[in-house]
């Protein structure tokens, strides 16, 4: 679908982009928002992962305490 074109500080906008091919800046904006957001999201992933490993690592450490006491006794 396209946008009806709009008039900015430069030049009349189609589809994104000016009459003289370079991206608007609202649109660039918008684009930068997301690839922002993207990328935090994807840190909160990664940070989430480690603490799942974590805790993984930590309960397979209490399973074999608790296995080398059964050992003992």
Request: glycine share 10%; aromatic share 2%.
């Amino acid at each position: 679908m396209k946008r009806p074109g709009r008039e900015t500080g430069q030049e009349t906008v189609k589809n994104g982009k000016t009459s003289d091919g370079e991206m608007d800046k609202q649109e660039l904006g918008l684009l930068a928002g997301l690839k922002e957001k993207e990328e935090m999201m994807m840190m909160e992933n990664e940070e989430e992962e480690e603490e799942e490993e974590e805790e993984e690592e930590e309960e397979e450490e209490e399973e074999e305490e608790e296995e080398e006491e059964e050992g003992y006794r």
